[in-house]
């Protein structure tokens, strides 16, 4: 029996702390004289320790919810609250204090600099938190390890696959030890085998306490979570538990084998 079977689905999530919430979020962009409402509304709570998918389609606002509720935009109505903490009036340096504190990011293009080591690469958020630079090396050697690439740290990201790129943009959001973790379609540029390793990081991730939140437009890759939240036009449609959850770590050698053989 795969391990997966024995793994219950969890409770309700008011039984633990909520620490991401929006409250009546909405979202208006304004293209000359024209109206974009990007969302309308939206309420969602999330909550510690729990992985969740943001799931619809091009066009639904699942992005745009997904950089209000990680502080790199702000709404044109409505709240947002950080760990109890409202931050929707915040100025932007406050902003940036909470975001790098609680909240990493993990984003489909990697947005790795392309002359720059992984280990260096990882260092760059401690690099702006002011961390002296024999802690800085300390914590992004320990983050890439935990990722599976510790002797791929020299390297830069023309000689790292695709997979190992997206590591390594999963070890950076880590460096900070955040409380959170927000991924944007996080295995959108990988094949098959790359993206099962990098959900089965993440999942490892939320097993060991930390909350993630996934956006994505692929059912598939929606199940890894335990929750998804559907938006369409902007507003939530659906908001429903998993009940069919996808476990990547059992799924991993079906995976290669339908890949050929070939491992990333």
Known sequence: MPESANRAIPGPCDETRVVLEARGVSKCYHLGEVEVH????VDLSICEGRMLSLMGPSGSGKSTLM????????????SVIVESEEVSAMAPNELAAVRNRRIGF????????????????????????????TERSRRARAALERVGLGDRMGHLPNQLSGGQQQRVAIARALVTE????????????????SGVDVMTILQDLNAHGITVVLVTHDDTVA??????????????????????????????????????????
């Open 178 to 193: 955040p409380s959170i973790v927000l991924a944007d379609e996080p295995t959108g540029n990988l094949d098959s085998v």
């Open 223 to 264: 199940r890894h979570a335990e929750r998804i939240v559907r938006l369409r036009d902007g507003r939530v449609v659906a908001d429903d538990p998993v009940a069919d959850r996808i476990w990547a770590a059992d799924r991993r050698d079906e995976v290669v084998e339908e890949a050929g053989g070939v491992q990333a």
């Open 38 to 41: 990007a969302l309308r509304g």
């Open 67 to 78: 950089h209000i509720i990680g502080l790199l935009d702000r709404p044109s109505e409505g």
């Open 106 to 133: 993990v984003f489909q293009s990697f947005n790795l600099l392309s002359r720059t080591t992984a280990l260096a690469n990882v260092e760059l958020p401690l690099v702006y938190a002011g961390v002296s630079g």
